[in-house]
C-alpha cells in the first residue's frame, strides 16, 4: 500500500491500524533547533481524542505520545522525527460479528477487492483513528508557523439541519461540538438526544480559517496552493466535498459582484478566499469540508458478504455514537504542513532556523 506519505520539503509518513498496537508517524524535513515538547504535542492530541463526549465514538484511548527520536534537550535535530501513539481500548471482539460482512459506506468492500485481505477490526488504515498521528505531526509544524504569526483556526459550523447564525471562535473552543454559534446549542442536544435513541447519525460542514498568510506561496499549476489544501483535507476519512471562499451564493453573483475589486489599501471583498491564479494573496483564507454522516450505526442495513450473498449488517452498541466526528477537525492541523512547504521554499531560512 502506498500513498501514507504527505509534503515535499516537511514530509509526513503515517502508519498503523486502528485496532493494531500502535500508530506512528515519521517526519522528515523539520528544520533543527525548533523547540518541541511532549507536552506542545499532547495538547493538541488532548484535544481530539475519542471517548470525551456522548455524540462521538465511545473508544476511550489516552493516546498519550512518545517522540522517539530526531529532538535533544527540547529542540528539533534537523534528522527524521519519529512519534508513536499505543493503542489501549481496541476490543477487537465487538468486530466479530461483521469479519465476513462488508458495511455499507464503509471502505472494507473497497479495500477486499484491492487487497485481497484487509483488517476488520475498526477498518484498519481506513478508519477514522489513522488521523490522531496527522493531529501529531501539525503540532510540529503549528509551532514553526506560529514563530512566523500564522494562525489556523477551525469550527464546526453546520451539524445536521442546524446552521450557525453567527461565527464566534471562542465559542467554538468551549462546547462539546466545536460549534461556532453557542445560540444552537440547546438544538443540537435535542438532535443529538433523538439520533442516540434512534441510532443514526448526520453529517457536518466545518470550516478553516489561516489568517497572516503571507503572499506568493503555491506554485502554478499542478501544484496550486488551493489543490494542495484540497487534497489535504480530501485525505481525511469521510470528507466528501472542499469548497475556498465564498461559494454559498456565488452562482447568484454576477462577475462584477465577486470580482474582489482593489484599492490601494488591498482588496475590498474576499470572495477569492485568499487564494488567486493557486497563488496566496496575503487575504484571509477561508475553507469549508463536509463530513459524509458516519454508517457506523445500530439500526440494521442491507449488504454482502464476502460469499457474495445479501445479508444484514448492525454496529455493535459501543460504535453508535459517532455522528458527525467534530473532532476530526483538529485533524486539519495536518494542513499546516500544506503551507509550511510554500513558506520554506519561499522564504528559506528566517528566524535563525536553517531550512
Not at 48 to 74: A, W
Not at 230 to 252: P, Y
Request: net charge neutral; glycine share 10%.
Amino acid at each position: 500500500m502506498s500513498g501514507n506519505t504527505f509534503g515535499k520539503l516537511f514530509q509526513v509518513t503515517t502508519y498503523g491500524e486502528s485496532h493494531g498496537k500502535a500508530l506512528g508517524c515519521i517526519i522528515d524535513g523539520c528544520p533543527p533547533q525548533l523547540e518541541i515538547s511532549t507536552d506542545d504535542i499532547q495538547s493538541e492530541l488532548n484535544r481530539r481524542k475519542p471517548g470525551q463526549s456522548d455524540v462521538t465514538t465511545q473508544r476511550k484511548e489516552d493516546d498519550v505520545v512518545e517522540i522517539l527520536s530526531g529532538v535533544f534537550e527540547g529542540k528539533t535535530l534537523g534528522t527524521p522525527i519519529s512519534l508513536i501513539v499505543y493503542n489501549q481500548d481496541q476490543r477487537s471482539k465487538d468486530y466479530s460479528n461483521i469479519k465476513d460482512v462488508f458495511r455499507p459506506n464503509h471502505a472494507d468492500i473497497t479495500y477486499q477487492a484491492k487487497y485481497g485481505h484487509r483488517d476488520h477490526r475498526g477498518g484498519g488504515r481506513s478508519s477514522a483513528r489513522e488521523t490522531a498521528m496527522r493531529v501529531a505531526a501539525g503540532a510540529i509544524a503549528k509551532k514553526y508557523l506560529n514563530l512566523h504569526d500564522i494562525h489556523v483556526d477551525g469550527y464546526v459550523s453546520q451539524i445536521g439541519s442546524i446552521s450557525a447564525d453567527k461565527i464566534n471562535l471562542s465559542n467554538a473552543k468551549s462546547n462539546k461540538y466545536f460549534f461556532a454559534d453557542e445560540s444552537k446549542l440547546e438544538d443540537l442536544d435535542a438532535m443529538f438526544a433523538e439520533l442516540i435513541a434512534d441510532g443514526n447519525s448526520v453529517g457536518a460542514k466545518l470550516a478553516v480559517r489561516v489568517t497572516n498568510c503571507p503572499i506568493g506561496l503555491g506554485e502554478p499549476v499542478f501544484d496550486k496552493f488551493d489543490a494542495d489544501l484540497a487534497k489535504a483535507i480530501m485525505s481525511i476519512n469521510a470528507v466528501k466535498s472542499v469548497s475556498i471562499g465564498n461559494t454559498h451564493n456565488m452562482l447568484d453573483l454576477k462577475g462584477s459582484e465577486v470580482r474582489d475589486e482593489m484599492t490601494a489599501d488591498g482588496f475590498k471583498s474576499n470572495n477569492a478566499g485568499g487564494i488567486l491564479g493557486g497563488i496566496t494573496n496575503g487575504d484571509l483564507i477561508e475553507l469549508e469540508f463536509i463530513i459524509k454522516p458516519t454508517s457506523s450505526i445500530k439500526s440494521k442495513g442491507q449488504t454482502i458478504n464476502a460469499m457474495g450473498e445479501v445479508d444484514i449488517v448492525r454496529q455493535r452498541k459501543r460504535n453508535q455514537r459517532r455522528p458527525p466526528e467534530p473532532r476530526e477537525e483538529f485533524s486539519f492541523l495536518f494542513n499546516r504542513l500544506s503551507p509550511w512547504n510554500r513558506f520554506a521554499r519561499r522564504y528559506g531560512s528566517t528566524s535563525g532556523i536553517a531550512v
